[in-house]
C-alpha cells in the first residue's frame, strides 16, 4: 500500500506540473498577440513589473526621459495594478502576463525575443537611471556586440559578464544563437542537459561543469547561457562606464535589488531591499497605492527593518542609505 501511496503523490505531482505548463505557454500565446502594437517603436525599453512593484516602478519612471519609448510587461499584476500602471507611467505600450503567478524572468525575456525583431532593451523597476544620456549611449550597438550593458560583474572565464539590470541587445544576434544551439534565456546548468551541440561549442571557451560564466555559481544564471554562446561565436559584450558606487553624488546610474518580497528576513540582501520598498512606499505620493499595499503588505516603518538585523545594517554602507533619499526625492 505505501508502494501505491508513493506512485500517486508521485503521479499526482506529474499532472500538476504539466498543468501549469500548458498554463504557462497558453500565457505566454496570448501574451504574443499584444506585440502587433509594438513591434515597429524604435529602441524600446521593456520594464517587467511585478505585484508589489508599482510604486517603484513609478519612481523607476521618473529618471526615464520622454522621448524614449517605455513598454511595460506586467507580470502577474491584478487588475487595479494594470490600470493604475497605464495611468501613471503612460507607457508607449503594453504586455499584460495574466498569469496565476509571476511568469519566471527568463520565460518573460524568451518572449520578447521570439517576437521583437528589432534592438530593443530591458531595464529592471529598481534600476534608477540618473544620467540620462546613457539612453542614447546604450542603444548604439556596433555590429559585432551582442549586447551594450551599463553594469558587470566579474566572470572567471570573460574577464566580465553583464549584469542585466540595464541592458540594449542586438535582437537579431541572440535569436540565431538560440535558434541555432536550441537553448533559452533561463536557468540552467549541464546537470539539466543542456544540447549536445551547446555544450560542445562552450568548451570552445573553456566553460564546461567545473567551470561556469560566473564564480561562485555551478550554473548559468538567467541570459548566461545565450551570452556565453554568443561570446564563442566572436561577438562581445560591450560595457558602458558607470561610476564608483561609493560616491552617490556621481553615480550615473544605481540598481537597488532584492526588493521583490518587501517582508523578507531572507538574508542581507533581502533585508536591504526591503528596507527600500518601504522607505519607497513612505515617500510615495499617491494615497491610493499606500492604502492598497498596506492592505496587502501591512503597514511598516522604513526605520524598523533592520530592527533585530543588527549585522545586516553594519553590512550595509551608509553611502547606500544615501542614494536611496537621492532616488526618493526625485521631484
Given at each position: ?11 499526482a505531482?506529474?499532472a500538476?506540473?504539466?498543468k501549469?505548463?500548458i ?9 504574443s ?9 524604435i ?12 510604486h517603484?516602478m ?40 495574466n ?50 550593458s551599463l ?14 539590470f540595464f ?89 537597488v ?42 503597514n ?14 553594519n553590512q ?6 544615501g542614494?536611496?533619499?537621492?532616488i526618493?526625492?526625485?521631484?
Amino acid at each position: 500500500m505505501e508502494y501505491f501511496g508513493k506512485v500517486q503523490k508521485r503521479l499526482a505531482y506529474e499532472a500538476s506540473s504539466v498543468k501549469q505548463k500548458i498554463q504557462l505557454a497558453n500565457t505566454l500565446k496570448k501574451a504574443s498577440s499584444q506585440f502587433a502594437l509594438i513591434k515597429d517603436l524604435i529602441n524600446p525599453f521593456f520594464m517587467i513589473g511585478i505585484p508589489g512593484s508599482l510604486h517603484i516602478m513609478k519612481l523607476c519612471a521618473k529618471y526615464i526621459p520622454e522621448y524614449v519609448n517605455t513598454v511595460l510587461v506586467l507580470n502577474g499584476m491584478d487588475e487595479w495594478e494594470e490600470e493604475k500602471a497605464r495611468l501613471l507611467l503612460s507607457p508607449k505600450g503594453i504586455v499584460r502576463l495574466n498569469h496565476s503567478g509571476v511568469v519566471p524572468h527568463g520565460k518573460v525575456l524568451d518572449m520578447l525575443f521570439r517576437n521583437m525583431q528589432n534592438p530593443f532593451g530591458i531595464i529592471d523597476y529598481d534600476c534608477f537611471i540618473f544620467n540620462a544620456g546613457i539612453f542614447n549611449q546604450i542603444t548604439s550597438l556596433e555590429p559585432d556586440v551582442i549586447v551594450n550593458s551599463l553594469f558587470s560583474k566579474e566572470s572567471p572565464v570573460f574577464g566580465k559578464t553583464p549584469q542585466t539590470f540595464f541592458c540594449f541587445f542586438q535582437t537579431e544576434i541572440v535569436r540565431s544563437i538560440i535558434q541555432k544551439y536550441k537553448v533559452n534565456c533561463g536557468i540552467t546548468s549541464f546537470s539539466k542537459r543542456i544540447p549536445k551541440k551547446a555544450g560542445n561549442q562552450l568548451h570552445i571557451v573553456g566553460i564546461n561543469e567545473e567551470n561556469y560564466p560566473e564564480a561562485g555559481k555551478n550554473y548559468f544564471d538567467t541570459l548566461r547561457l545565450v551570452i556565453s554562446l554568443g561570446i564563442s561565436e566572436g561577438y562581445r559584450c560591450n560595457y558602458l562606464n558607470n561610476a564608483d558606487a561609493s560616491q552617490p553624488e556621481n553615480l550615473d546610474a544605481f540598481h537597488v535589488g532584492g526588493v521583490a518580497e518587501p517582508n523578507s528576513t531572507y538574508g542581507w540582501w533581502s533585508v536591504r531591499g526591503s528596507y527600500f520598498w518601504w522607505r519607497a512606499l513612505e515617500t510615495c505620493e499617491d494615497e491610493e497605492i499606500v492604502f492598497q499595499y498596506h492592505q496587502k503588505y501591512g503597514n511598516r516603518k522604513s526605520s524598523e527593518i533592520f530592527d533585530g538585523f543588527s549585522e545586516y545594517r553594519n553590512q550595509t554602507k551608509q553611502s547606500y542609505f544615501g542614494i536611496i533619499e537621492r532616488i526618493v526625492s526625485q521631484p
